[in-house]
């Protein structure tokens, strides 16, 4: 952990701050790093934009990817005021920093709110215990996509 | 399970087609459903649009709340041809739709090459067992913005 760390922790938890001061959504910001250098930035705008999915880090992987013109962010580093939710640290595994520092934890958003632990529990059981239903169906035509897709020469691996 | 619910499946998997055959990322196609009107689509984006976050899923969601206008898909069904993985998963709880099908598993998807069964491994981990560092940092000042949040009287909650 350095003073950098730090710094850039506090942009993101100002960020937080702006969102909430702009009314752009929940209380949460984001900012991706490279080297020394911020490349994206982002706080939650769910309710401002209706997307469900402009969480802070989602938001700031977009626009760091858009700046780097990648879909990876190879040894980068995300600051976040609030630990991930299942989505975010999901498309943390999909983007590739190095690693991620977060303020504020998933039992913090809890207490003001969020369902980000309940989503961490419903994720981590079986099909049949959970509160949405996962119903699987024509598997074997989803498959024949699969297929072609291993056939196809010229494919962009991820 | 219905005829419909095949007939929409069937709309998502020619999608995945139709994103491999422009090029556009991974094999996998969505669509939303409301009382019988498909109201959003997708396929996978990522290596197209350089956005790690553009699966078939979050394109789907994303349509379909901007074009009606509304953060939550309550009374919405997901039809995707692959089991969704933990990022899109997540974003379907924040959406909030009442159920999902699917058609090809996450162990289906694994086997051409792609990390869902990977990354619902890693998040089932404790922090100390994952591969990806998270580091908690500067809690005190992220709580700060949730206590400015708290207070806010105007705020929207989701």
């Given at each position: 952990m350095t003073e950098h760390d730090e710094q850039f922790m506090r942009r993101a938890i100002a960020l937080a701050q702006e969102g909430i001061d702009a009314g752009a959504g929940g209380p949460f910001g984001a900012v991706i790093v490279l080297g020394s250098e911020i490349v994206g930035e982002g706080y939650n705008q769910v309710t401002s934009t209706n997307?469900?999915?402009?969480h802070a880090e989602i938001v700031a992987i977009r626009n760091a990817c858009r700046k780097l013109n990648s879909f990876q962010l190879d040894g980068g580093v995300l600051y976040t005021s609030c630990e991930p939710c299942p989505m975010c640290l999901g498309a943390v595994y999909w983007a590739r920093p190095s690693r991620v520092f977060y303020a504020a934890t998933r039992e913090d958003a809890a207490k003001i709110g969020f369902d980000d632990e309940f989503i961490y529990e419903e994720i981590e059981k079986n099909f049949e215990h959970r509160q949405m239903k996962l119903v699987n169906l024509l598997r074997d035509e989803g498959l024949t996509v699969f297929e072609n897709w291993e056939n196809k020469p010229d494919k962009t691996k991820y």
């Open positions: 997307d469900p999915t402009a």
